[in-house]
């Protein structure tokens, strides 16, 4: 792939899966899919779109699962509606796309943002979630203390304060064909990521981020998080986060990841009322599916595989 490429070739890249678009929670959500078996439903986060999930599909599918990738609300494929970005909300838009999907359940995987919204959905909707397995995110309390009273994440999450301004963020993002998505792609990962391989995908992330509203789109997630600490609906929220997650979690995250502290994400399993799995990657950054696909895809398929994950 190459900036020069149309949106839309960017998106919906080929390769041996397959393209459509699924209608839920009053939206249209495009993904990407392969194999059959029980659903797996990748989720990814920011400054991605669910080319993230690349490696994982095909290894995902050859092991007997239903892969599907999703693109977040406002993001890829999907549809960028006015409003809707608050966490409640797009956890209803995972599920919706579970059912839309015709699936019982679904295995849910997620990173950053969209590891954040996996366990959202896994406390509000706990029937369709038949598993999950979060990386580089810390439970949503666990994140909401840490961002309050560990000066260490606040300042690692610098990025998430700078996108309260109005404005000024989605500008940043889109300048200069989308290189400051690159720049943090390539400063939150840890010496793995490297090479023409990933210069590629950094391409393609970056001329995503360029698709108009994109940017805005990103943010907003973000910015509901932090404006609402103080408000009723955010009060509200945090509070029903206090409700266990009651299925087994395999809970992934990379040593050096700079923006989201090991120390703040140990200690999410005081939240899961279930079998629960940490795995540290040592010397992996933000991105651990993409800066070592095979440790990650290997560490994923044999947890879902396993009739007894508390081991």
Avoid at 251 to 263: E, F, N, Q, W
Avoid at 285 to 299: I, K, M, S, Y
């Amino acid at each position: 792939m190459t900036l020069a490429e149309s949106p839309a070739a960017v998106i919906r890249a080929d390769g041996p899966w397959t393209h459509r678009d699924v209608a839920a929670n009053g939206a249209r959500f495009h993904i990407t899919e392969m194999g059959e078996g029980p659903l797996v439903l990748l989720l990814h986060g920011f400054p991605q779109y669910w080319w993230t999930w690349r490696h994982q599909l095909p290894a995902l599918a050859d092991a007997g699962y239903r892969a599907v990738a999703m693109d977040l609300r406002g993001v890829g494929g999907s549809d960028r509606t006015p409003r809707g970005y608050d966490p409640a909300n797009l956890a209803l838009d995972v599920t919706g796309v579970i059912r839309s999907l015709g699936e019982p359940d679904a295995a849910l995987v997620g990173h950053d943002l969209g590891g954040y919204l996996a366990w959202t959905a896994a406390v509000m909707r706990p029937k369709l979630i038949r598993r999950l397995a979060v990386a580089s995110m810390p439970h949503p309390r666990r994140w909401r203390a840490s961002m309050l009273g560990d000066l260490r994440q606040t300042a690692a999450s610098s990025y998430i304060w700078g996108f309260q301004r109005p404005w000024v963020p989605e500008r940043q993002l889109v300048a200069d064909g989308g290189a400051l998505v690159g720049r943090l792609i390539r400063d939150w990962a840890g010496p793995k990521l490297a090479g023409p391989a990933e210069d590629t995908a950094v391409e393609s992330y970056r001329r995503a981020m360029c698709v108009p509203s994109t940017a805005h789109c990103s943010v907003e997630p973000y910015r509901w998080m932090v404006r609402s600490m103080a408000r009723p609906d955010g009060v509200q929220f945090y509070r029903r986060m206090k409700r266990p997650v009651r299925v087994p979690t395999l809970h992934l995250h990379g040593s050096l990841d700079p923006v989201m502290r090991t120390r703040s994400a140990a200690g999410s399993g005081e939240y899961v009322e279930a079998p629960y799995r940490w795995r540290l990657f040592d010397g992996l950054g933000h991105w651990p599916q993409e800066e070592d696909p095979v440790a990650f895809t290997t560490e994923l398929v044999n947890w879902l595989g396993d009739p007894e994950p508390d081991r």
